[in-house]
């Protein structure tokens, strides 16, 4: 069965390092995201990518970075994490109607990240 | 800009009681509206969307234009419901809008 998975589910690291969130879907999708989810915030998006080597700001890049070198995969790099950054971290993904995307959106397991 | 708010973030009743959780949105254009629901230890799935008018584990969620909401409702709230509830609104051509999620505890 096609699925979304994320790695690492937990992850706890120190301010300052770098640190890679991996998502892989084997859906076939053009569109990926990655979203933060905070209370009080709900899910805000940080990247997005509408297909191989694109990849586009969301409402809260800033300290993120994603590369989208395959279909499947679309890592997302914190090159120097900070404390506020500390969050659940979620992946989706959807497909591609005339270039726009889609309503249904398939969301990964999530990641839990502590910056300390 | 297009927002979607969700004004309660907690919300309790007890099992068999009717449950609304409130969501309005601000778009200037033809809304596609949704509803995700996110069970404890479980990833967001999509639950409704208002096009469908479809009915799902009991809930429907109308949209009204005049007041720019899509509120959830269930008649009578069961403990599995028990969970984070999300708002989404999708302008054409562009990603969603989540808003803040409700979460909705029914007591036993």
């Known amino acids: 069965d096609a699925e979304i998975t994320q790695s690492p589910r937990h992850k706890i690291i120190e301010t300052g390092r770098q640190v890679t969130l991996a998502c892989h879907q084997t859906?076939?999708?053009?569109?990926m995201f990655w979203y933060r989810q905070d209370l009080g915030h709900g899910l805000r998006l940080i990247h997005y990518?509408?297909?191989?080597?694109?990849?586009n700001k969301g409402e809260v890049s800033d300290g993120y970075s994603v590369s989208r070198s395959n279909t499947e995969d679309l890592p997302l790099t914190l090159e120097s994490a900070a404390s506020s950054q500390t969050s659940v971290y979620f992946c989706?993904?959807?497909?591609?109607?005339?270039?726009?995307?889609?309503?249904?959106?398939?969301f990964g397991p999530g990641t839990r990240l502590l910056v300390l | 800009a297009q927002r979607v708010t969700q004004p309660e973030k907690l919300l309790s009743v007890f099992k068999g009681a009717p449950v609304e959780l409130k969501c309005n949105y601000s778009?200037?254009?033809?809304?596609?509206l949704f509803w995700y629901v996110q069970y404890s230890r479980q990833r967001l799935q999509l639950l409704l969307r208002?096009?469908s008018r479809e009915s799902i584990k009991g809930f429907t969620a109308d949209l009204n234009k005049g007041e720019t909401s899509f509120h959830l409702k269930k008649p009578f709230a069961q403990e599995e419901d028990s969970a984070m509830y999300y708002c989404?609104?999708?302008?054409?051509?562009?990603?969603?809008?989540f808003g803040p999620g409700t979460r909705l505890s029914v007591l036993p």
């Open positions: 778009y200037s254009g033809s809304p596609e």
């Open positions: 859906w076939n999708h053009n569109n």
């Open positions: 989404a609104l999708k302008p054409y051509g562009q990603n969603f809008v």
């Open positions: 989706a993904s959807s497909e591609s109607l005339q270039g726009a995307p889609q309503e249904t959106q398939y």
């Open positions: 208002h096009i």
């Open positions: 990518s509408y297909g191989v080597h694109d990849t």
